[in-house]
């Protein structure tokens, strides 16, 4: 078995790390709660601008203490001690932020009340993220942040204020169970991950522990992932169907803020994603012959305002091959290389060009940092950056080269890399010639759009909240949507109605062992006719990945974009139409 102190000390060291970042995501949460009160009274009161002096304070000390425990500036502070003191201040962030929205919501309109509650929960939600790697740390801020309010809501004594407390109660609950299970997992994979350490240094062993370690860490990343996954996919919905309301523009905006924040979570969730379905062989090629030009052109174009605001010269060759392959994917890889070119090269010019030999190679030149020999090879690795020892989230999780590196692998198109620190980079992408080198101009094809038909809706989900969730928003689209928890009860539900549904969204994993694919066939031999359906997944798991596939179901993965989920509707809702 590991050492206690070990496993203490990984779950130290993700808090140090992540410390910085949740530390301004949460200032920009306040900043943001004072703003909308002081531009809904008109002016900046004396006791706003004192509870946020004293949310900077406390932050500042969240990260002065991370900056210590980095440095090991004071002897007094270890591992122990360090969980203590995070605990402690995590403690009286909880208290503080509680103390700001009960005083708010206590003195101002429920507009505002409302307002604060939705940026609570955001911040609620990323102590789960940032902290959710030791509980008593997780605890206190959660329910610091939250407790106060629920029994403030409940001495008000009227209906709204209940609803109010039951509703934080319910979403209370849900995240702990969801951060409890997020917790053990890590808990689990960093023991796992200090006995393969101890198996390697003792040279037992060595190919067996690297694939069970393999193992447990997909294990973790697909439970983790669909476990997050969870509260952010319901506060995008939620943010989806507060946009149907009447707002003012400041309320307007805020809302717009959470869809970003929302947004950019999607996008660290599906490179996981995209790992995951590599590995899991479910990614299909679609081979065919085509002009690379269109292609360069348009990944240099979309990449070339980025480039100049930073002062570097973009360019790129013309080049009339047509080559073999898989245009979307060969995309994916051009897009993830010129996206690291542009990020990582601090001044001079980036050269995109092509030689032609037995095979295409289109080559990509920086003037930018370089990566030194010793480390050329790990930066096609998961979660490898080099240059972000703070582990900063705006710069991805360092996925971008693995995924190329997995899609090069896909298509038979090598990718290889020479470079020198202080002298820039060369990838080079080789990539099969089409055997017809004269390629016409494509047809040029168009669609009409057509409004969205009205129907009925099933969504089945074990989740209350994304149950309201998609009710308000599938409603708000002018749907007749009848929500419930599993098969048996959706039948219930619908037995009285002589109406055939005409669309079923389903959640895939459901309570008591029932999958959505299973639920879905159950639904449908009720009805005789064929009703289209929607599978919903946080799973990234291999084996579950690939029975979705299997199943012939549309797949979408969570947290589901408003405007995603709405076309999905829209077009299945059309077809059934027509």
Request: a positive charge; charged letters at 20%.
């Amino acid at each position: 078995m590991p050492d206690v102190a070990a496993v203490k000390s990984a779950q130290l060291e993700p808090m140090v790390r992540n410390s910085p970042v949740g530390a301004a995501s949460a200032l920009v949460g306040g900043a943001i709660m004072v703003s909308a009160v002081a531009y809904e009274d008109g002016f900046l009161s004396l006791g706003l601008a004192l509870w946020y002096g004293l949310l900077v304070v406390t932050y500042a000390g969240q990260v002065g203490l991370a900056f210590m425990l980095r440095r090991r500036a004071s002897p007094g502070l270890n591992t122990r001690t360090g969980l203590a003191w995070f605990t402690a201040i995590g403690l009286i962030e909880g208290v503080v932020w509680s103390s700001g929205i009960v005083g708010v919501s206590a003195t101002r309109p429920i507009e505002q009340e409302l307002t604060v509650l939705l940026l609570g929960a955001g911040v609620a939600a990323g102590a789960a993220l940032s902290f959710g790697f030791h509980m008593p740390t997780f605890l206190c801020r959660f329910l610091g942040a939250t407790v106060p309010y629920v029994l403030w809501a409940i001495f008000q004594a009227d209906g709204l204020h209940l609803m109010l407390a039951l509703t934080v109660f319910v979403y209370s609950v849900s995240s702990i169970q969801l951060t409890l299970g997020f917790n053990k997992s890590f808990i689990l994979n960093t023991r796992l991950t200090l006995e393969n350490e101890n198996l390697v240094r003792e040279l037992r062993v060595q190919k067996e522990a690297a694939e069970q370690a393999n193992i447990a860490k997909s294990k973790f990343i697909a439970t983790a992932s669909h476990d997050l996954r969870q509260p952010v996919h319901a506060l995008g919905l939620l943010a989806g169907a507060l946009q149907g309301h009447a707002m003012n523009e400041e309320m307007r905006r805020l809302v717009k803020q959470i869809g970003g924040s929302v947004t950019a979570m999607d996008g660290l969730f599906n490179s996981l994603l995209d790992i995951s379905r590599l590995d899991a062989g479910v990614v299909e090629t679609q081979i065919e012959d085509f002009p690379i030009q269109p292609l360069l052109e348009r990944v240099c174009r979309d990449y070339f305002a980025e480039a100049e605001s930073k002062g570097l010269r973009l360019t790129w060759s013309r080049c009339s091959a047509v080559v073999r392959t898989d245009p979307f994917l060969l995309e994916r890889i051009l897009r993830n290389l010129v996206s690291n070119a542009v990020r990582y090269t601090d001044r001079g010019r980036i050269v995109v060009g092509c030689r032609r030999g037995n095979r295409l190679r289109v080559e990509l030149w920086d003037t930018g940092r370089g990566i030194p020999l010793d480390q050329q090879r790990e930066v096609f690795g998961e979660f490898f950056q080099l240059g972000n020892l703070e582990r900063d989230r705006a710069k991805g999780l360092g996925l971008g080269l693995a995924i190329v590196d997995r899609l090069a692998k896909l298509l038979d198109c090598a990718v290889t890399l020479r470079s020198a620190p202080g002298k820039g980079s060369v990838f080079t992408v080789s990539i099969p010639l089409a055997e017809r080198q004269r390629f016409g101009p494509p047809a040029l094809q168009g669609a009409p759009i057509f409004a969205m038909p009205r129907g009925l809706i099933l969504v089945i989900d074990d989740d209350p909240v994304i149950q309201s969730a998609m009710q308000s928003l599938l409603s708000s689209w002018e749907h007749d949507v009848i929500v419930a928890g599993s098969s048996a009860e959706m039948l219930d539900r619908v037995a009285a109605r002589a109406r055939r549904p005409d669309l079923i969204i389903c959640d895939y994993r459901l309570r008591d062992g029932e999958n959505g694919i299973g639920v879905i066939k159950r639904l449908r031999s009720n009805y005789s006719e064929y009703v289209p359906a929607i599978l919903i997944t946080g799973d990234t798991a291999s084996d579950r990945l690939q029975e979705a596939q299997e199943s012939g179901l549309i797949l979408l993965h969570k947290p589901v974009a408003e405007i995603k989920l709405r076309a999905t509707v829209g077009n299945l809702m059309r077809a059934r139409a027509s």
